[in-house]
């Protein structure tokens, strides 16, 4: 009972290269310097600027927050690498809005890879999130939290402590343990399934008036706070986890609209966009980390969408980006600025892109971790990594230029490949479909970027299959 991944990520890479048959074809695509040229032309265009790691919105990938300030930041945070742990988004998030200059060290999830000696020398635990401070080393997220609060306390998150709004908070605290307890009941239990959803439905009434209590939208009113910090994690992964697991929408069907107001306001906070992952990242790294969760026949088709299986959502032409969306997202898209951003982090990173797709024609991992999403030891099919790297060019290509044009070029490589010097599609098939399936939110772009770079993977995928 208990669902693993509904995509084939436990086959042997190399398995996959045989499955279903793919065009050859020739090198013919942009090389990579010319896609970086292109690249540029089009931020000019776009007027688009890559993004302040250090000083501007957060990003998982930054590795040194400074906020304008320049002095070294005395502060020191570990969190997870791939941005999966909800305990380092709660820190994380009241960081980023506490605009507290910090330093990341980033350390592996026991699920996904071994975490470093001089790491688990300080930790003998290995527990995320820690932090240091003024040479003292903090472990457990609540604690963590309460620090950044007493030792910054020049934008404060909570209320005064022995006031009414203190001891709300407090109770609000509370509630989101009940929250926890209820959502993790009905999520990896494969019984009980209509009692356990009953009670999960009880608490999240109670969260959703809770929410409009101080007339909103936050928790405590009109402002941010450290109770917001604590519930979001975990309702960013009750609303991606039970439509996946369960076939039953929590944001978006109007059940919840105190809810709906609440993630619409934190969707307007930089300090949450940049931590903020997506349903397909959240529905993976879940089972791992919680030992698995239980899927009902009834939310085949809601999974299906959130995984890309349904021939619509994670192929183009790609359906609306808002709202209304299965996956809500208020802030909406920019098809243009989202294809940019995505073709950048491919052209910037395209050796590292492509060896790491190669896993997808080469060797599964061994020994293999327990997170499909990750597969460190993996070995790439360095015999094919020449084609992968056309077939990734390609798909850059199409991010900049559009699908049509694209296709024109690789129809016509297709099309000379029977007079030598052909490339294998099959390889290429599975290393795009295997790169596909790991793009990762926020650690490697953020959603509207991701969307369109998986549906351009995809592109390429039907054009060689068919």
């Excluded at 600025?337 to 950048?344: C, E, I, M, T």
């Amino acid at each position: 009972m208990l669902a693993g991944l509904k995509k084939a990520f436990t086959k042997e890479p190399n398995e996959s290269v045989q499955q279903g048959a793919a065009s050859s074809f020739t090198d013919n695509a942009y090389s990579w310097q010319e896609l970086h040229a292109k690249v540029q032309q089009r931020q000019k265009e776009l007027q688009w600027e890559m993004p302040d790691l250090e000083h501007g919105p957060a990003n998982a990938r930054s590795l040194k927050r400074s906020f304008g300030n320049s002095n070294e930041p005395a502060l020191k945070l570990y969190r997870d690498s791939a941005a999966w742990c909800p305990y380092c988004q709660k820190v994380w998030l009241q960081l980023e809005e506490k605009q507290i200059p910090y330093v990341i060290e980033k350390i592996n999830m026991r699920c996904y890879g071994d975490k470093p000696a001089a790491y688990t020398a300080k930790v003998p635990s290995g527990l995320l999130p820690a932090m240091e401070l003024d040479g003292q080393l903090y472990t457990e997220s609540d604690l963590i939290m309460q620090v950044l609060e007493e030792k910054f306390p020049e934008k404060p998150m909570m209320p005064a402590k022995g006031s009414p709004a203190y001891h709300r908070a407090q109770k609000l605290m509370r509630l989101e343990r009940q929250l926890f307890g209820a959502w993790l009941q009905w999520l990896c239990r494969s019984w009980s399934h209509k009692e356990s959803m009953a009670a999960f439905m009880r608490v999240m009434d109670q969260v959703n008036d809770e929410l409009d209590s101080d007339g909103g939208p936050f928790f405590l009113g009109k402002d941010m706070s450290l109770v917001d910090c604590v519930f979001a994690p975990f309702l960013e992964r009750i609303v991606a986890s039970i439509p996946y697991y369960k076939g039953v929408k929590v944001r978006g069907d109007g059940r919840f609209p105190n809810l709906e107001r609440w993630f619409e306001a934190m969707e307007q906070k930089p300090s949450y966009l940049g931590t903020k992952s997506d349903f397909y990242t959240h529905v993976h790294d879940l089972p791992p980390q919680l030992g698995g969760c239980v899927s009902v026949p009834a939310a085949k088709e809601m999974s299906d969408a959130i995984d890309g299986d349904n021939r619509t959502s994670w192929h183009l032409p790609l359906p609306p980006l808002n709202s209304s969306s299965l996956e809500p997202h208020s802030p909406g898209e920019d098809p243009d600025l989202d294809k940019l951003r995505a073709v950048h982090r491919l052209v910037e990173n395209h050796e590292a892109v492509v060896k790491f797709a190669a896993r997808g024609c080469g060797q599964q991992g061994n020994p293999p971790v327990n997170a499909p999403l990750s597969d460190p030891n993996a070995k790439p099919g360095m015999q094919y990594v020449d084609a992968v790297d056309a077939g990734l060019r390609h798909v850059a290509t199409a991010l900049l230029d559009g699908p049509q044009a694209a296709a024109k070029s690789l129809h016509s490589g297709m099309h000379s490949a029977a007079n030598g010097d052909a490339l294998p599609g099959a390889p290429v098939c599975a290393s795009v479909a295997y790169l596909r399936d790991r793009v990762g939110v926020p650690r490697d772009m953020p959603l509207p970027a991701a969307r369109q770079f998986r549906a351009h993977l995809n592109w390429l995928v039907d054009e060689l299959r068919n």
